[in-house]
């Protein structure tokens, strides 16, 4: 499928603010096998500099997901969400996501290709908590299969 | 040099578990028939919980969970996960590339499962540990 590749450079609103809660990260850890006291253990956490338990790397998607949704399911840009396919992902981490963080994404298609009759569609979505810090930035590319 | 191989088992009960604690509740995760109906083998892991398995091992290898600087895969293969007790497993190895001028460590990762590459260009930076 061929998608508008005048959506590049296109930034979305920011998403309105996640809260990260404690138990979500703990849930994410368990769900992931991430058994280290830092992402239970508030006090495991401090020890190490943290002000509450830390998020596996790969949390952030779990806050990004508004974001991705924003895209994905923006009328104009028109991707068919059934023929989606994950291609890469990518995190580049100022600091690690920890309980109590309020976090805002803004999201910029940075790239629109076509190529054997698919479409491949990077975003980069900025999380930063509400006070303008940055947090992570995420990047992932998905790949719109063609009609077989 | 080369890290010491990581060996996860990956079951249908871990992707419903995933698939809860993500949010990503499609079902090509979970039933047979909405995958088979788009082609593929059967159910197949999140590439998401492919990668999350990848950061603990990297997290392993680093010492810390919060070491991971820049963490970045190509997914290439779909990881089946058949209905069995056994489910299925995922290898996870990686080779220190370089030593960056700023001390961070580079790692070239590999990921295979049923003796395939799952991954490509998998690649983290971590620094050193405290």
């Known amino acids: 499928m061929s998608l508008d590749p005048s959506f590049v450079g296109r930034t979305y609103p920011p998403t309105a603010p996640y809260q990260v809660g404690r138990e979500k990260i703990r849930e994410f850890a368990a769900a992931v096998g991430a058994t280290d006291p830092v992402h239970h253990d508030p006090e495991a956490a401090r020890s190490l500099g943290h002000s509450d338990v830390v998020a596996p790397p790969t949390f952030p998607v779990v806050v990004t997901m508004a974001a991705s949704r924003q895209i994905v399911e923006d009328p104009a840009l028109g991707v068919d969400y059934s023929r989606v396919v994950h291609g890469d992902q990518r995190f580049a981490y100022t600091r690690p996501v920890v309980a109590g963080d309020e976090l805002v994404c803004v999201s910029t298609i940075e790239e629109v290709t076509s190529r054997g009759g698919h479409g491949f569609l990077t975003t980069r979505t900025d999380v930063s908590t509400v006070d303008g810090e940055p947090v992570v930035a995420v990047w992932s590319k998905i790949v719109v299969r063609g009609e077989a | ?130």
């Open chain 2, 1 to 130: 040099m080369e890290l010491p191989t990581q060996t996860y088992r990956v079951t249908r009960a871990d992707l419903v578990r995933y698939a809860g604690a993500s949010g990503d509740f499609n079902p090509i995760h979970w039933s047979d028939r909405t995958a088979t109906g788009v082609g593929l083998p059967g159910v197949i892991a999140h590439g998401m919980f492919t990668m999350a398995l990848v950061g603990r091992a990297v997290a392993g290898w680093a010492g810390a969970p919060d070491a991971v600087v820049d963490f970045g895969v190509r997914f290439t293969r779909p990881v089946v996960v058949p209905d069995t007790d056994e489910g299925t497993e995922i290898e996870v190895s990686a080779v220190v590339k370089e030593v960056t001028e700023e001390g961070l460590t580079r790692l070239d990762i590999t990921a295979t499962c049923q003796g395939e590459k799952v991954l490509s260009q998998a690649r983290a930076l971590i620094r050193a540990t405290r």
